[in-house]
């Protein structure tokens, strides 16, 4: 009554053992032959989709912004730091935590939503409010004196193989003299 079920699954066993040796074999296949060489178009397939996806292909990877902050207290300043990228080396270092991955998504988006306000109209914009109390009270979570905002463009330079940076903006300023933004929850 029982051999019906376990031909079954010996079939399924097979089947699937089949597919994982056909997939670690185009693997390798496509990994060792040179990126140039592709006659085949389920190797470039495999290349574009399955082994490293589509979007961390070395054309397509063109710029990242960061958004840099420093403090001023007790007569020095703090080394400037990208809150982003130390969340995302946290959660390399710890992949369960995707929570870190996102972590500076609204910094950086009201960073560059600043970028097109003009200077002298950024510390009265909601954004640059927002992005305040983002900063002293997510980020800094102290008391300062000053605080210094710099949010860069980092271009890769395929040809070169080199990075070019753009700064797209320098503020420095003193958070308490900053009406608050939105509460944060």
Known sequence: MNEPRTAFRKLVGRITFLLIVLHVSIAVISLLLPQDYAPLKLITFYRKYILIGPFFQDKRIRHSTHLFVAYHKDGKWSDARDYANDDFVYYTNHPWRY?????????????SSLSTVKQSNIQASRAFRELNQYVNEVLIRQQV?????????KHYLLEKGDFRLD????????????????TLD
Do not use: E
């Open 145 to 153: 004196d000053s605080v210094s905002i710099t949010y860069l463009k």
């Open 167 to 182: 700064t797209l903006f320098v503020h420095r300023y003193d958070p308490s003299k900053v009406d608050a933004g939105k």
């Open 99 to 111: 929570d870190k991955l996102h972590a500076g998504d609204y910094a950086s988006y009201g960073a």
